[in-house]
């Protein structure tokens, strides 16, 4: 025999379940205090000894996530983008970042943002995806697959494509001898809003 007070606690848990899971449901904002983008882009050329590789920044400025849906938007400030290298000098860090955000590369006073959209999720093993989408990337949009995973609506994948195929030219410096690889890297960090 069911008593009136487990009867309301049955219904209050069937309430909170079905609010919980129609929350979930919803697409929910990325928490941008704590979402950051990391851009590695490689040395290569036969000089590449005497040059180094780039570690580059940017906090994720806006997006959500739709997890029933499965669906991921993303934007990231271009002129908010950080050269990080560990290994080089201030001053080398600064004509980096300078050469990255300026014309001949990023251009960021003309294509100010950086944006995603999946299109398309796939199971890929437990808390695991293979998310394909498209990447608007100096004013040039392309299919991009990213591979994601999550642990309690903390979000972390890696992409890899090549430069030109958005227009952009890699760097050369003596004739070419050290030169930025075509292809590079981005590692996320995504923290859902609570």
Request: net charge neutral; with cysteine; aromatic share 6%.
């Amino acid at each position: 025999m069911i008593t009136n007070a487990v009867a309301k606690w049955i219904l209050v848990a069937v309430a909170a379940a079905a609010s919980g899971s129609a929350v979930y449901a919803q697409p929910r904002q990325i928490d941008t205090a704590h979402s950051s983008m990391t851009v590695h882009v490689y040395k290569a050329g036969m000089l590449s000894a005497f040059g180094h590789d780039h570690e580059i920044a940017a906090r994720i400025a806006g997006g959500s996530v739709d997890v029933r849906g499965r669906k991921v938007e993303l934007t990231v400030n271009a002129g908010t983008l950080r050269v990080e290298d560990p290994k080089a000098s201030e001053k080398d860090r600064a004509e980096i970042q300078s050469t990255m955000l300026g014309s001949e590369v990023l251009d960021t006073a003309t294509y100010k943002d950086i944006r995603f959209h999946s299109t398309s999720a796939e199971a890929a093993g437990p808390g695991a995806w293979k998310v394909s989408g498209e990447l608007n990337l100096h004013g040039q949009t392309k299919p991009v697959l990213i591979e994601v995973k999550e642990n309690i609506g903390h979000y972390t994948g890696t992409c890899r494509f090549n430069i030109t195929d958005f227009g952009i030219k890699p760097v050369k410096v003596a004739g070419g001898a050290v030169r930025v690889k075509d292809e590079v890297q981005i590692d996320f960090d995504l923290q859902l809003a609570q």
